[in-house]
């Protein structure tokens, strides 16, 4: 069965850094794009990146790209999402999801809430 | 990188049909067979209901069915029922980003 099993909330301030973690079971860890998705309070789903774990290929949305950085480590079949100085808002639950046949998110994790607050 | 058009909101009562939009372009939906829908119940992560324009995932009811037009997709939900009230979210690829997908704004389905 396959499982993307997010790390838990997190309540940090304004400044600070932050680094999130998706792990994957139940497949090849290497062989599938693993995606990131914002949703702010009461918003839609927002597109972040893409990493494919297999060469760490990365790609970002215009909208993320220099805020967010997005890594794996497949060695632990874990993909990460982090900041290096968080804003009030940046408070959102973030989701990693996977690709499934390179065109759609058939496989979610449960999801992280990011709460920034001074 | 601008988001699909979605309506905010559709309704129905139980038992009817009802049908959701997605409007794009020529570099995303209109270009590409790729484009999935997602329901999301309150505080629950997403789940893809349609991918591939008219393709349904095992397990998801074959009261739920996709299309596509043109720059528009659509996503028809047949029979509703009180549990279909969710979000639902369109996505598809894209050429014209550096991350080649995008998501719609989002439609709330509220069952009368």
């Known amino acids: 069965e396959v499982q993307l099993v997010q790390s838990g909330a997190e309540v940090k301030k304004p400044g600070e850094s932050l680094k999130i973690s998706c792990k994957g079971s139940?497949?090849?860890?290497?062989?599938?794009?693993i995606g990131w998705v914002r949703q702010m309070p009461g918003k839609g789903l927002e597109w972040m990146g893409i990493?494919?774990?297999?060469?760490?290929?990365?790609r970002y949305s215009p909208s993320f790209q220099g805020q967010v950085t997005i890594s794996a480590d497949k060695s632990i079949s874990t993909a990460y999402l982090q900041w290096s100085s968080l804003k009030a808002s940046d408070t959102a639950m973030y989701y990693c999801?996977?690709?499934?046949?390179?065109?759609?998110?058939?496989?979610w994790g449960q999801g992280t809430l990011v709460t920034v607050s001074s | 990188q601008s988001a699909l058009t979605q309506p905010a909101s559709v309704s129905g009562s139980p038992g009817q049909s009802i049908t959701i939009s997605c409007t794009g372009t020529?570099?995303?939906?209109?270009?590409?067979?790729?484009v999935s829908w997602y329901q999301q119940h309150p505080g629950k992560a997403p789940k893809l209901m349609i991918y591939?324009?008219?393709n349904r995932p095992s397990g998801v009811s074959n009261r739920f069915s996709g299309s596509k037009s043109g720059n528009t997709a659509s996503l028809t939900i047949s029979g509703l029922q009180a549990e279909d009230e969710a979000d639902y979210y369109c996505?598809?690829?894209?050429?014209?980003?550096?991350?080649?997908?995008?998501f719609g704004g989002g439609t709330k389905l509220t069952v009368l």
């Open positions: 591939d324009v008219s």
């Open positions: 139940g497949y090849s860890f290497t062989s599938y794009w």
């Open positions: 990493i494919y774990p297999g060469d760490s290929d990365t």
């Open positions: 996505s598809s690829y894209t050429s014209s980003s550096t991350l080649n997908w995008v």
């Open positions: 999801a996977r690709l499934g046949g390179d065109t759609a998110l058939p496989y």
């Open positions: 020529s570099s995303d939906v209109g270009g590409y067979n790729y």
